[in-house]
């Protein structure tokens, strides 16, 4: 056994670079697929691989927790309840504010008379549990009237979500 070396030394070095190779091509793997299924996203479409998801465990800070922002509700235009009183003192303006919007998707609109009809700007008032609807409104609103202005919020116990009074703008 002179001449002879021992192959069955263990060598870090090797056994290290193995490794970093393995690592490296798992890397690559998963950066693929998180790759493919971002671009199915913006595209629309449903990847058929399930998605993975990681838990934080509870010892965690919270800030760590919150990495990806939770979605926004989407928006039902059909969940809230309207009544558009006229403040400008043209006959049927509420009843014809109401079909306008009752055609982009708004529904039970209820319909009458403001306190005067002194109103110089559209004014909405709406709950606090409902300021979500508030930009979605006053953008739907603005295809046909001027911009309207908050007004005071809504008690809770209000049997309306909105009302609408609309004004001379």
Same mark, same amino acid.
């Given at each position: 056994?002179?001449?002879?070396?021992?192959?069955?030394?263990?060598?870090?070095?090797?056994?290290?670079?193995?490794?970093?190779?393995?690592?490296?091509?798992?890397?690559?793997?998963?950066?693929?697929?998180?790759?493919?299924?971002?671009?199915?996203?913006?595209?629309?479409?449903?990847?058929?691989?399930?998605?993975?998801?990681?838990?934080?465990?509870?010892?965690?800070? *919270?800030?760590?927790?919150?990495?990806?922002?939770?979605?926004?509700?989407?928006?039902?235009?059909?969940?809230?309840?309207?009544?558009?009183?006229?403040? *400008?003192?043209?006959?049927?303006?509420?009843?014809?504010?109401?079909?306008?919007?009752?055609?982009?998707?708004?529904?039970?609109?209820?319909?009458?008379?403001?306190?005067?009809?002194?109103?110089?700007?559209?004014?909405?008032?709406?709950?606090?549990?409902?300021?979500?609807?508030?930009?979605?409104?006053?953008?739907?609103?603005?295809?046909?009237?001027?911009?309207?202005?908050?007004?005071? *919020?809504?008690?809770?116990?209000?049997?309306?979500?909105?009302?609408?009074?609309?004004?001379?703008?």
């Amino acid at each position: 056994m002179d001449g002879i070396e021992e192959k069955s030394k263990f060598d870090p070095f090797r056994w290290g670079a193995i490794f970093l190779v393995v690592f490296a091509v798992l890397a690559l793997i998963g950066g693929g697929i998180f790759v493919y299924q971002k671009t199915l996203k913006s595209k629309g479409e449903k990847s058929t691989a399930p998605e993975l998801t990681v838990s934080l465990p509870e010892s965690q800070p *919270t800030e760590m927790a919150q990495v990806s922002p939770s979605p926004t509700p989407k928006l039902n235009r059909a969940d809230l309840k309207i009544k558009i009183l006229n403040g *400008t003192g043209v006959p049927g303006a509420a009843s014809k504010a109401a079909n306008f919007l009752e055609k982009l998707g708004w529904v039970g609109i209820k319909t009458g008379n403001a306190d005067n009809f002194d109103y110089s700007q559209t004014v909405i008032k709406i709950k606090e549990s409902k300021k979500d609807y508030f930009s979605l409104l006053t953008e739907d609103l603005s295809k046909n009237y001027s911009p309207a202005k908050e007004g005071e *919020t809504l008690s809770e116990e209000e049997k309306f979500d909105v009302i609408i009074i609309l004004g001379k703008d």
